[in-house]
């Protein structure tokens, strides 16, 4: 059998295999039938689409755990105004290089976006505490520019649940602040 055949044939097996479309050892089966029990014939190109893979669940779990240590940093912790934006920065920079990794891997960075927001958000609280004195009223100034940012970035940007997340936020301000 020919090189090509062979090797398109060995993909769709594999395709088969991890969507288990054929049992498990039927597969292995017809792996060892066409590989004549060679298994380095197999294609490269699937052992590094998991590799890939599991690089961009490990990025994404760091992002999540970015959030946790956002929200940590910002209100367990007694750490210093200067000592929080010298954090800031750095998690700028992770999301610089996270939204660069994924739009070079052609893949959607919803993840970083929302932490940006996240990360927006928090770092507002902190204004508030460090310029206005923890005022309520410039809290509610900023959370509702925050709002804003939101809602005009879904819209820009085509994302909905930004939009939504946007107005959400937003009517329970406006709730909040009646009530």
Same mark, same amino acid.
């Given at each position: 059998?020919?090189?090509?055949?062979?090797?398109?044939?060995?993909?769709?097996?594999?395709?088969?295999?991890?969507?288990k479309i054929l049992p498990e050892h039927y597969c292995d089966y017809l792996i060892a039938l066409y590989t004549?029990?060679?298994?380095?014939?197999?294609?490269?190109?699937?052992?590094?689409?998991?590799?890939?893979?599991?690089?961009?669940?490990?990025?994404?779990?760091?992002?999540?755990?970015?959030?946790?240590?956002?929200?940590?940093?910002?209100?367990?912790?007694?750490?210093?105004?200067?000592?929080?934006?010298? +954090?800031?920065?750095?998690?700028?920079?992770?999301?610089?290089?996270?939204?660069?990794?994924?739009?070079?891997?052609?893949?959607?960075?919803?993840?970083?976006?929302?932490?940006?927001?996240?990360?927006?958000?928090?770092?507002?609280?902190?204004?508030?505490?460090? +310029?206005?004195?923890?005022?309520?009223?410039?809290?509610?100034?900023?959370?509702?520019?925050?709002?804003?940012?939101?809602?005009?970035?879904?819209?820009?940007?085509?994302?909905? +649940?930004?939009?939504?997340?946007?107005?959400?936020?937003?009517?329970?301000?406006?709730?909040?602040?009646?009530?």
């Amino acid at each position: 059998m020919k090189d090509e055949k062979k090797t398109v044939l060995l993909n769709e097996i594999n395709f088969w295999k991890e969507n288990k479309i054929l049992p498990e050892h039927y597969c292995d089966y017809l792996i060892a039938l066409y590989t004549q029990g060679d298994e380095t014939q197999q294609p490269k190109n699937l052992k590094s689409k998991k590799k890939i893979f599991q690089w961009e669940v490990i990025l994404q779990l760091l992002l999540l755990l970015l959030i946790v240590v956002m929200a940590v940093i910002t209100y367990i912790t007694a750490i210093s105004f200067g000592l929080q934006t010298l +954090f800031l920065s750095v998690f700028v920079i992770i999301l610089i290089f996270s939204w660069i990794y994924f739009r070079k891997k052609k893949q959607k960075p919803t993840l970083v976006y929302i932490t940006a927001a996240f990360l927006l958000l928090f770092y507002t609280v902190q204004i508030n505490g460090a +310029f206005f004195e923890n005022e309520t009223i410039s809290l509610y100034w900023l959370l509702l520019i925050n709002c804003l940012i939101w809602i005009f970035g879904g819209i820009v940007g085509k994302k909905l +649940f930004f939009t939504l997340s946007g107005f959400i936020a937003m009517a329970l301000l406006i709730l909040l602040i009646l009530i």
